[in-house]
């Protein structure tokens, strides 16, 4: 049972380039969400999916895409990543009483 | 603007005093609140939380305090460990908002030995 797992742990781009942030849950959770965090800023609400085929943006949707591959799948896209996006990225799903657990994250940066 | 607040961006403390972190809420309709607990170069790992309905609830070291009419909860941790320093996060949920949980920016807690 390894809970919420990513890919890549680590992860360097140039301005203008894409990838792909994977995210993976073995909970059977409903919801998942994904998150970045800066320093002071806390953790930002990026986009979220309450459930298998919806996804709703949050607070910092801009410069981002998801899909919801399946109920077990949530994936981060960066079409043309800008330095402005260089954080730590965590991907997150909701159990009971909207209890979330975290994966370990994803650190990018952006040049 | 920011509806949970934590106010103190850092404590430190004595190992086995008491810590205490503080957080504040400004929406009345926050049905269920939690604390996470996040140690550099991992993500946050939940820690404990309390119904709305609720006043207390403890687990082991660590008890949660939620003050309605005040719009304010506590996290209490007894007796402090150095394995304890870490940065915690409060969060809330608001029933009518769509399993999102409203963050607040964190408290860095060190525990020396």
């Known amino acids: 049972n390894a809970g919420v797992t990513q890919t890549p742990k680590f992860q360097v781009l140039k301005t203008g380039q894409s990838m792909t942030l994977q995210c993976a849950q073995d909970m059977n959770h409903n919801s998942m969400y994904w998150y970045r965090q800066d320093p002071g800023m806390g953790l930002r609400l990026i986009y979220y999916?309450?459930?298998?085929?919806?996804?709703d943006k949050g607070e910092v949707p801009n410069g981002y895409n998801v899909s919801r591959l399946n109920k077990r799948e949530f994936s981060l896209r960066l079409e043309s990543a800008a330095p402005s996006q260089t954080s730590v990225y965590f991907c997150a799903s909701g159990g009971y009483q909207e209890t979330q657990y975290f994966g370990p994250g994803t650190r990018l940066l952006v040049l | 603007d920011q509806q949970v607040k934590q106010n103190s961006p850092s404590l430190s403390v004595q190992e086995g005093r008491i810590s205490i972190l503080n957080c504040d809420y400004t929406?009345?309709?926050?049905?269920?609140f939690l604390w996470y607990k996040k140690y550099p170069a991992e993500g946050p790992t939940f820690l404990i939380s309390i119904s709305s309905i609720k006043d207390k609830n403890e687990d082991g070291r660590f008890t949660v305090f939620l003050n309605k009419s005040a719009k304010h909860l506590s996290l209490h941790i007894v007796p402090s460990q150095p394995g304890d320093s870490a940065v915690y996060f409060c969060?809330?949920?608001?029933?009518?908002?769509?399993?999102?949980?409203?963050w607040g920016l964190g408290t860095s807690l060190a525990v020396n030995p």
């Open positions: 929406n009345s309709m926050f049905d269920y």
């Open positions: 999916s309450a459930s298998e085929g919806t996804t």
């Open positions: 969060a809330a949920h608001n029933a009518g908002n769509n399993r999102k949980l409203i």
